[in-house]
Structure formats: C-alpha cells, structure tokens
C-alpha cells in the first residue's frame, strides 16, 4: 500500500510562483514514472508534466517553459515549480507516481489528494 501526500498549494497573483511537492510511503521497492495533473471546475483532468526514473521530463504546451518538474528518487518525491502563473493555472493539482510495492510486484498507480492552486488577476 502506498500513501501520497502532496503539497504547496496556495493563492498567488499572476506572475507568482508556487512549488508543490509530493512524497510517497509505504513499503515501496520502486517509482517510476511521476507527474503532476490538473483538474479545472467543469474541466477534464490533463497531464501538467511528467518525469520518468532517468530524468526525462514532458510538459503539456501550456505549461512548456513556465513549469518545471522534477524529482528525489531516494525520498520517493516529485516536485512541480511552476513560475508566472496565470490565472488560467487555476485548478486542483494532483500527484501521481507509478511504484512498485512489496504485495504488488508490476507498477501500480498512486494519486495524491490534489492540492488546490488559485491564480488571481
């Protein structure tokens, strides 16, 4: 089983910055793939950016630039620094990390509570 908790979320004017971090626990043996996605009101959730074990990294285009992500192997954590926010960035971000446990030996998919990210004018 695994537990992922993130945060850093808050209320920042546009053109702000925000850092969101993400740890997993539990008894994990790996993590691969780690990303963040976000969920607008009356909106799909969409990948805001990924990064793989080795580093390589996909943003979706409108972050492209503006975001940056990145991650701690050895605490198991992903971080999303997100830079000239603008208030269409507003939505509730949620981790997601793909890991290994001692039970579940294939890759299974973890979600975060979601964090909530507000972009004022």
């Known amino acids: 089983q695994v537990q992922v908790v993130e945060s850093g979320g808050g209320l920042v004017q546009a053109g702000g910055s925000l850092r969101l971090s993400c740890a997993a626990s539990?008894?994990?043996?790996?993590?691969?793939?780690m990303g963040w996605y976000r969920q607008a009101p009356g909106k799909q959730r969409e990948l805001v950016a990924s990064?793989?074990?080795?580093?390589?990294?996909n943003y979706a285009d409108s972050v492209k630039g503006r975001f940056t992500i990145s991650r701690d192997n050895a605490k198991n954590t992903v971080y999303l620094q997100m830079n000239n926010l603008r208030p269409k960035d507003t939505a509730v971000y949620y981790c997601?990390?793909?890991?290994?446990?001692?039970?579940?030996?294939?890759?299974?998919?973890?979600w975060g509570q979601g964090t909530q990210v507000n972009v004022s004018s």
């Open positions: 997601h990390e793909e890991a290994t446990t001692f039970s579940v030996g294939i890759y299974s998919n973890y």
């Open positions: 539990g008894r994990i043996l790996s993590v691969n793939v």
């Open positions: 990064i793989t074990r080795g580093g390589r990294t």
